[in-house]
């Protein structure tokens, strides 16, 4: 920003579950944009309220990374896999979906397999980790149960799933997870998941005009 040119003062930049809470309800602030999950957002728009001020929110986004007949599946699929595992998946802009044309689906889930199995998991120690625990325990919980209702709900497991990576059983760290067949009626097409998990679905057929 300094070197953008804008002026010191126009722009803050401030960290912590306190700083939301202050500037969510301080009256001299007019406006608050989130983006993030629905339980944060309902938080900030009722201390909000006590204020009247404005607030515009973008919260448990589902968006889905839709791959065309002429896609370049071997770069674009790993480039998926790894936006999506950064931070360990704890990133609210991240793609966590991909919409693939059948003809090509079998192609994409053995990619996208090798490049979760592939994601290695660490301590922040260890240099060849690619991508650290989840924030919380509460976290963990949530991921872990998003997992496993999919799986309930019909969806393949190709690789992950639920429970900790071996040797990594004292943190909150999760599997790298690969779901297929996930349909539009399933609850993680629905719910952001928050973690390292990747799904996949064909783009669905087209239905015959009835006669």
Same mark, same amino acid.
């Given at each position: 920003?300094?070197?953008? @040119?804008?002026?010191?003062?126009?722009?803050?930049?401030?960290? +912590?579950?306190?700083?939301?809470?202050?500037?969510?309800?301080? *009256?001299?602030?007019?406006?608050?944009?989130?983006?993030?999950? $629905?339980?944060?957002?309902?938080?900030?728009?009722?201390?909000?309220?006590?204020?009247? %001020?404005? !607030?515009?929110?973008?919260?448990? +986004?589902?968006?889905?990374?839709?791959?065309?007949?002429?896609?370049?599946?071997?770069?674009?699929?790993?480039?998926?896999?790894?936006?999506?595992?950064?931070?360990? @998946?704890?990133?609210?802009?991240?793609?966590?979906?991909?919409?693939?044309?059948?003809? %090509?689906?079998?192609?994409?889930?053995?990619?996208?397999?090798?490049?979760?199995?592939?994601? !290695?998991? +660490?301590?922040?120690?260890?240099?060849?980790?690619?991508?650290?625990?989840?924030?919380?325990?509460?976290?963990?919980?949530? !991921?872990?149960?998003?997992?496993?209702?999919?799986?309930?709900? @019909?969806?393949?497991?190709?690789?992950?799933?639920?429970?900790?990576?071996?040797?990594?059983? +004292?943190?909150?760290?999760? %599997? *790298?997870?690969?779901?297929?067949? !996930?349909?539009?009626?399933?609850?993680? $097409?629905?719910?952001?998941?928050?973690?390292?998990?990747?799904?996949?679905?064909?783009?669905?057929?087209?239905?015959?005009?009835?006669?």
């Amino acid at each position: 920003m300094h070197e953008a @040119g804008v002026p010191p003062g126009v722009f803050n930049m401030v960290v +912590g579950h306190e700083c939301g809470e202050v500037l969510s309800s301080h *009256p001299e602030v007019d406006l608050v944009s989130f983006t993030g999950s $629905a339980r944060a957002g309902r938080q900030i728009s009722a201390a909000a309220a006590q204020s009247l %001020k404005q !607030v515009r929110t973008e919260l448990g +986004g589902k968006s889905a990374a839709i791959l065309l007949d002429d896609a370049d599946l071997q770069t674009v699929v790993p480039q998926f896999v790894a936006q999506l595992m950064n931070n360990s @998946g704890q990133s609210c802009n991240a793609l966590s979906r991909m919409i693939v044309p059948g003809s %090509k689906y079998n192609e994409v889930i053995d990619i996208a397999k090798r490049v979760a199995e592939n994601t !290695v998991v +660490g301590r922040s120690d260890d240099p060849k980790a690619a991508i650290g625990p989840l924030v919380s325990q509460v976290q963990w919980d949530q !991921v872990q149960s998003f997992m496993q209702k999919g799986m309930d709900e @019909g969806a393949r497991l190709i690789t992950g799933g639920p429970g900790k990576p071996a040797g990594l059983e +004292g943190g909150f760290f999760a %599997k *790298p997870t690969i779901l297929a067949d !996930v349909s539009n009626q399933m609850t993680i $097409a629905r719910e952001e998941i928050f973690g390292p998990c990747c799904q996949s679905s064909p783009i669905p057929r087209r239905l015959k005009p009835s006669t």
